[in-house]
């Protein structure tokens, strides 16, 4: 899988080996997962395109986040849950203007930046009113108003569970790659970047796992309250990525793949 020089995709959900975290793998071999490993993600977005790679229209207005079409999900590595945001688990979190969010950040915080159909945008909070993020293949110190770019934020540290770093540590983790841009970057997305900063965790690098084996990770998507679908991931980044995906399509467009086996693009 990860030598393949072709990137990898997929058209149906319905094509791709799941399986329930809580149930028994009843076959045998490995399953075959879904790899980001020559994939973009958003911060490969230049200024004035939309997400699909068209130019925007300057005339047309921002769509206001809805949270009522947020994907819901929890990860699975192995069977330990290690990220959760749903509103049975009350992880699902009031968003804010960057001006009301700026009195509540302290210095190590992990923010998100939301919009309707955007890929969310993570940065970590380092005091005075700035964030550190990876924006563009840059790793880029900005006041936090300007790295909203308009859009809602909130803060996310308890999303996945691992255990965070000191608040000195993550904004030191965070500072001292300010610079970096283009090959010297060890993260595909922001997400990774920032949350390498709060727990340190190499899983969340370019290459932190060998992808070899059984796919220890599992993407749960919660589609309703008795319904949910689930993905098979050999590494921590290419899971990421699929979240981030669904996260840009919103749950109704999910809705739509997963029942008429389209990809939307």
Partial sequence: MGN????????SY?????????GVDTEDGPRIGVSYIFSNDDDEL???????????????EEKQFDQRDEVECAVYNRDECIYEKSVRSGSCLEVYSPENLLNKCKAGDLVEFVATGQYPHWAVYVGDFQVVHLHRAEVKNSFLTDASQGRRCRIV???YKFK???????VQ????????KDRELSWRNSECFAAWCRFGKREFKMGGEIRIGKQPYRLK??????????????????MIMEKRRNDHLGLSDKMIII?????II
Avoid: R, W
């Avoid at 393949?4 to 058209?11: A, G, N, P, R, W």
């Avoid at 230049?46 to 047309?60: F, I, L, S």
């Avoid at 998507?221 to 290419?238: N, R």
């Avoid at 029942?259 to 990809?263: E, I, K, L, P, V």
């Fill in 4 to 11: 393949q020089v072709d990137k990898l995709s997929h058209l």
């Fill in 173 to 180: 983790n965070a500072m001292e790659q300010v610079g970096l």
């Fill in 157 to 159: 540290n308890d999303l």
């Fill in 259 to 263: 029942m008429t086996g389209c990809s």
């Fill in 164 to 170: 965070a770093l000191g608040a000195d540590m993550v």
């Fill in 14 to 22: 319905a094509e791709v080996p799941t399986v329930d975290p809580n």
């Fill in 221 to 238: 998507i919660f589609m309703s309250d008795k319904h949910s679908h689930v993905l098979e991931f050999q590494s921590l980044e290419d």
């Fill in 46 to 60: 230049e200024d004035g395109c939309a997400v699909d790679g068209t130019d925007k229209d300057p005339n047309q």
